[in-house]
């Protein structure tokens, strides 16, 4: 075998289009990786996307329910405030309201 029949060999298979074929076969194979892996990625992107805004939104729940408790908490105590009577060495014990009403009262009047 001699240069000329290898050139012409290679040549006619690169010209029958094996070659050109296996190199754009390779190419269109590469590609479609390429794409089933970005595939792949935005599924995984967005199934951790749905499962942190399930988090995120159990979470704002907790606050929202957390709130309440605390505003319940402090519309009790306030009333337990109201009603405290301050005279502590006495028998006659009245609620602090009563005063405060008095005082209202006489305000009004005037």
């Known amino acids: 075998m001699d240069i000329t029949t290898l050139l012409t060999t290679l040549l006619t298979t690169l010209a029958s289009g094996g070659g050109v074929a296996g190199f754009m076969q390779y190419k269109q194979n590469k590609k479609a990786?390429?794409?089933?892996?970005?595939?792949?990625?935005?599924?995984?992107?967005?199934?951790?996307?749905?499962?942190?805004?399930?988090?995120?939104?159990?979470?704002?729940?907790?606050?929202?329910?957390?709130?309440?408790?605390?505003?319940?908490?402090?519309?009790?105590?306030?009333?337990?405030?109201?009603?405290v009577c301050e005279k502590l060495d006495c028998t006659d014990r009245e609620p602090p309201h009563t005063e405060i009403m008095k005082e209202f009262k006489q305000y009004t009047e005037k």
Do not use: G, I, P
Not at 49 to 75: D, G, I, P
């Open 33 to 83: 990786k390429e794409l089933e892996n970005d595939k792949t990625a935005s599924e995984q992107w967005r199934a951790l996307y749905e499962e942190q805004t399930k988090t995120v939104q159990s979470l704002r729940e907790k606050l929202h329910e957390a709130r309440e408790n605390l505003a319940k908490e402090k519309q009790q105590t306030l009333m337990c405030r109201f009603y």
